[in-house]
């Protein structure tokens, strides 16, 4: 009888350990930090919250077409730049208050939601920030790891 009393909290512990696992896989397969997406086209759900990003890292292969879904919770405007050294550099001197809708470049007012997708062609890294001023220097930076493969 000692051992059936032990069943029902042994139970519970199976239970909790099983649907935590599952809660680890079921981010992992969402792609930031996890799995490598792609090819083809992906929709990625990236906030900001608290002038940071959800995640700073996301892999994909080449010929990956992620569509950034942003949800900006924060008080203050924001902006996603995803591209080159070269894009960053011309994004860096802040004097564009607002971006057109092209390819890799989003602005978002407070509590403002969008979209921009973006194509990673090869293997490298991609760099993506905001670069309103002071938001870089906060920690408003990730990269796009694609690799070959």
Known sequence: MRWRSAVVPMALIVTAVVTA????????????????LGP?????????EHSRFSFD??????????????RNTDPIA???????????RRHATGTEPSHPPVPGE?????HETGS????FDRAGTV???????GHVD?????????TGG
């Not at 890292?57 to 942003?70: A, I, K, M, S």
């Not at 921009?116 to 194509?119: A, L």
């Not at 760099?127 to 001023?133: I, S």
């Not at 906060?138 to 694609?146: D, N």
């Open 21 to 36: 696992a599952g809660y680890v896989l079921d981010a992992r397969a969402s792609g930031p930090d996890g799995d490598v």
């Open 40 to 48: 083809g086209e992906v929709s990625v759900q990236l906030g900001i």
């Open 57 to 70: 890292r996301l892999h994909v292969r080449p010929g990956t077409t992620v569509r950034f879904e942003v």
């Open 78 to 88: 924001h902006e996603l730049i995803v591209g080159d050294e070269a894009v960053h």
């Open 106 to 110: 989003l602005s978002l007012g407070a």
């Open 116 to 119: 921009t997708t973006y194509t």
């Open 127 to 133: 760099a993506f920030a905001c670069h309103l001023p």
């Open 138 to 146: 906060y920690g408003m930076q990730g990269e796009v790891v694609v």
